[in-house]
T-cell receptor
Framework: DTAVSQTPKYLVTQMGNDKSIKCEQNLGHDTMYWYKQDSKKFLKIMFSYNNKELIINETVPNRFSPKSPDKAHLNLHINSLELGDSAVYFC?????????????FGNGTRLTVT | AQKITQTQPGMFVQEKEAVTLDCTYDTSDPSYGLFWYKQPSSGEMIFLIYQGSYDQQNATEGRYSLNFQKARKSANLVISASQLGDSAMYFCAMREPNTGGFKTIFGAGTRLFVKA
């Protein structure tokens, strides 16, 4: 029944490793996002995909590569992890062409890089 | 430039009282949406309330209401009859047109503490 689900919930890894976070939504939304929440709780948009097409890329280092195999899935792959990548990463979805469409968030993935 | 400003890093309110969380925004687009989200200590993000830029009346959802003052570009959240479970981070957000669709940006948040 979960609307937006992301896995894993926790991810602890060492610097230099490569890791992925998966996200799936069953709301029938056509747009999906990745947000990063830092230690001060500030939420910043990273990427937005609409029907598998990248529409927002907010000057994120190219170590971060999103992939959307279909409009219900948006994964995030991170290469060569750095200490500063430690954060909570939220996946979200919404309807595209509506300014009244709220974001539906997954429960977040807490990434800790040691 | 900061587009969503929440000037109260932390707020305290007594249980059963009302509290107002401030939010101001900046946009040149005539069409936008304003949202409030709640993030309890468990970490999930919960959508609370929406106000459209063309809406004439303030939005209400149960104990939540949005005090929308368009000329002042403010969208304050009012929580009536506070409950202990209202203790959380609250984020104001704005959804505005962007290349290819809409983009939602967030303020820095206000942490609300409800005292028994």
């Amino acid at each position: 029944d979960t609307a937006v689900s992301q896995t894993p919930k926790y991810l602890v890894t060492q610097m230099g490793n490569d890791k992925s976070i998966k996200c799936e939504q069953n709301l029938g939304h056509d747009t999906m996002y990745w947000y990063k929440q830092d230690s001060k709780k500030f939420l910043k948009i990273m990427f937005s995909y609409n029907n598998k097409e990248l529409i927002i890329n907010e000057t994120v280092p190219n170590r971060f590569s999103p992939k959307s195999p279909d409009k219900a899935h948006l994964n995030l792959h991170i290469n060569s992890l750095e200490l500063g990548d430690s954060a909570v990463y939220f996946c979200a979805s919404s309807l595209r062409d509506r300014d009244n469409s709220p974001l539906h968030f997954g429960n977040g993935t807490r990434l800790t890089v040691t | 430039a900061q587009k969503i400003t929440q000037t109260q890093p932390g707020m305290f309110v007594q249980e059963k009282e009302a509290v107002t969380l401030d939010c101001t925004y900046d946009t040149s687009d005539p069409s936008y949406g304003l949202f409030w989200y709640k993030q309890p200590s468990s970490g999930e993000m919960i959508f609370l309330i929406y106000q459209g830029s063309y809406d004439q009346q303030n939005a209400t959802e149960g104990r939540y209401s949005l005090n929308f003052q368009k000329a002042r570009k403010s969208a304050n959240l009012v929580i009536s009859a506070s409950q202990l479970g209202d203790s959380a981070m609250y984020f104001c957000a704005m959804r505005e047109p962007n290349t290819g669709g809409f983009k939602t940006i967030f303020g820095a948040g206000t942490r609300l503490f409800v005292k028994a």
